[in-house]
């Protein structure tokens, strides 16, 4: 369950304050302010560590844990920052230390069911079966990429953030960001080539 199960929905809004004003609040025990914090980000980590991980369990477990680094760290939180490129790194690190712990283990097979924000609804089966098709094999062509690659092309291509916004949020120059881009869809191609 996300955090938001445990506190009493007590009717007050804060949708009205920033980011960086729920998260003084939470330094000082607001807990209806991390509610606010977990309602207005919990889909958007779901799919964030949905596209790193690529396994709907590790990924639900991922953005809970998130928010309760987020909770236990609220204190550590520079107010001169912007809220959603700490918490973007918060989930990066734990979708990293859990491809790292998966790689320890015996290799299985990759969640590749879940196509909602790879694909539109087709009104015609046979175009839908053949689109669901072709998003199994992006999802299993991603998923074969290095951690950094799938994630610049998530945060690109599926998450439609602009070269400023992935550079800020990688805390790399967009420059970088550019190139970056252009060799993992390089290789992405070249992962989608067997498939074909």
Known sequence: MFLISVYSSEGDKQTDMT???????????????????????KKRAFYIALGMVGNKDE?????????????????????EQRFFPWFYSIITNLCRDCLLRRRTKESREVDIDDNEYLL?????????????????NVRSALMKLDFEDREIIMLKHFKDHSYDEIAHLLKIPKGTVMSRLYYARKKLAKELAYYE
């Open 120 to 136: 539109v609804a087709d009104s015609n089966p046979e175009a839908q079966v053949i689109r669901d098709e072709e998003a199994k």
């Open 19 to 41: 980011d960086n004003e729920l998260m003084a609040q939470v330094v000082s025990g607001g807990k209806r302010a991390m509610k606010s914090l977990v309602e207005k980000y």
């Open 59 to 79: 990924a639900y477990d991922i953005s809970q844990d998130a928010f309760i680094r987020v909770f236990k760290s609220a204190e550590k939180f520079n107010q």
